[in-house]
T-cell receptor
Framework: RKEVEQDPGPFNVPEGATVAFNCTYS??????FFWYRQDCRKEPKLLMS???SGNEDGRFTAQLNRASQYISLLIRDSKLSDSATYLC???????????FGIGTKLQVIP | GAVVSQHPSRVICKSGTSVKIECRSL??????MFWYRQFPKQSLMLMAT?????????EQGVEKDKFLINHASLTLSTLTVTSAHPEDSSFYIC???????????FGNGTRLTVT
């Protein structure tokens, strides 16, 4: 089983739609979780950290479910500018080990 | 916010030459930096973890003698691609963090083309 499983998509959604991505992980000792956004041919940029208590930033909500070992990202009222690849990133091994998901490609359509 | 600067952003070199890429943390000290590469339409692949003052830890399949990593200070790590070949052409990115559980901050990447 891969350390991190993420549906590569693409997810094609109309403007204004709500879309959700999940990322499952196998290492129960994973310590920190993040969602990053990567635009084509650019470096990843931090979108938000993920906590068990949930984290909301405007139209974006991230959640960690330790019992089921997954993190989620919900995007409400999708904008064209949300089109990108969304990466889940985990830190483990005393925060020394970094594990990436393959990334989920989102395409918001007019 | 934490800033990581990577230089150069783009380099074209001839086969057989070596290329050095610098990664600097501008406003924080980074005891750990990470190096990745990304081929077109593929996901980021971790190449190595670099700790200040010690040898880098390479991922399986990454040649340590080809990809030399030096992390001589808390704000600078370098990746040298030695004897570059066309198949080394890729997007190389570094990242760093200032505390153990803080998010990673990425450099803007270096697009290497070997002709």
């Amino acid at each position: 089983r891969k350390e991190v499983e993420q549906d590569p998509g693409p997810f094609n959604v109309p403007e204004g739609a709500t879309v959700a991505f999940n990322c499952t992980y196998s290492n129960s000792a994973s310590q920190s979780f993040f969602w990053y956004r990567q635009d084509c041919r650019k470096e990843p940029k931090l979108l938000m950290s993920v906590y068990s208590s949930g984290n909301e930033d405007g139209r974006f909500t991230a959640q960690l479910n330790r019992a089921s070992q997954y993190i989620s990202l919900l995007i409400r009222d999708s904008k064209l500018s949300d089109s990108a690849t969304y990466l889940c990133v985990l830190l483990s091994g005393g925060y020394q080990k970094v594990t990436f998901g393959i990334g989920t490609k989102l395409q918001v359509i007019p | 916010g934490a800033v990581v600067s990577q230089h150069p952003s783009r380099v074209i070199c001839k086969s057989g030459t070596s290329v050095k890429i610098e990664c600097r943390s501008l406003d924080f000290q980074a005891t750990t930096m990470f190096w990745y590469r990304q081929f077109p339409k593929q996901s980021l692949m971790l190449m190595a973890t670099s700790n200040e003052g010690s040898k880098a830890t390479y991922e399986q399949g990454v040649e340590k003698d080809k990809f030399l990593i030096n992390h001589a200070s808390l704000t600078l790590s370098t990746l040298t691609v030695t004897s570059a070949h066309p198949e080394d052409s890729s997007f190389y990115i570094c990242s760093a963090r200032d505390r153990n559980n803080s998010p990673l901050h990425f450099g803007n990447g270096t697009r290497l083309t070997v002709t």
